[in-house]
């Protein structure tokens, strides 16, 4: 599966972006897909994770209730809608896809990605 994240930019605090992974390949409706993002000059960390259409996902603490994965298999597209937008989401974020069944954080088991888009959130 090959991946491309867009939809970026700036907004400010309080504000709301959509982010959309667009993927190649047949096997997505069997791909489990997650957003990851990177701060500047730190880590990259886990954000949201859904399995299959309808599933429940799973997301990191500092987003529940503001973000929401989504996705549809037909267009094979993925979505993160975030909402109530804080400076520190400000991050380059990832999506990326995985054949397993799963919504882990952990980034070894995501084996495909796509570039980043980058978000920035001002006060």
């Not at 974020?93 to 084996?111: D, G, I, R, V």
Request: net charge positive.
């Amino acid at each position: 599966v090959q991946l491309q994240a867009f939809g970026g930019g700036l907004v400010q605090a309080g504000g709301s972006l959509r982010l959309t992974c667009t993927a190649s390949g047949r096997t997505f409706s069997r791909s489990s897909v997650a957003w990851f993002r990177q701060p500047p000059g730190k880590e990259r960390s886990f954000v949201a994770a859904i399995k299959w259409h309808n599933s429940i996902p799973n997301y990191a603490e500092s987003v529940k209730g503001r973000f929401t994965i989504s996705r549809d298999d037909a267009e094979n597209t993925a979505y993160l809608q975030m909402n109530n937008l804080k400076p520190e989401d400000t991050a380059v974020y990832y999506c990326a896809a995985s054949p397993s069944s799963t919504t882990t954080s952990l980034q070894y088991a995501w084996k495909s990605w796509g570039q980043g888009t980058q978000v920035t959130v001002s006060s």
